[in-house]
Nanobody, 120 residues
């Protein structure tokens, strides 16, 4: 049984910070690439950030310099630190485990999502 459980979402003012957590079970966590997606109403699901099993990271252009993805293999947890938040960051954020090869992340397992709302 694979389970990914997100936490840490909420309401924050523009310019503020928020840290999302995703606790994983049922997988060999250290061998998986992990990613964060977001889904906003009327918009296509977007890969925000990904981290490989070796710790290399990749970010969407819209969040570079503001968001940081990290992982703690001992705790089977991946994090998304979000700074300098903007109203356009408002979305449901979903944790994912998958693979990364040929310069691209491929999702496999999904969490339920956590709502992030950034007010003006």
């Amino acid at each position: 049984q694979v389970q990914l459980v997100e936490s840490g979402g909420g309401l924050v003012q523009a310019g503020g910070s928020l840290r999302l957590s995703c606790a994983a079970s049922g997988i060999f966590f250290s061998m998986n690439a992990m990613g964060w997606y977001r889904q906003a109403p009327g918009k296509q699901r977007e890969l925000v950030a990904a981290i490989t099993s070796g710790g290399s990271t990749n970010y969407a252009d819209s969040v570079k310099g503001r968001f940081t993805i990290s992982r703690d293999n001992a705790m089977n947890t991946v994090y998304l630190q979000m700074n300098s938040l903007k109203p356009e960051d408002t979305a449901v954020y979903l944790c994912n485990s998958g693979t990364y090869y040929s310069g691209r992340y491929y999702p496999a397992n999904w969490g339920q999502g956590t709502q992030v709302t950034v007010s003006s």
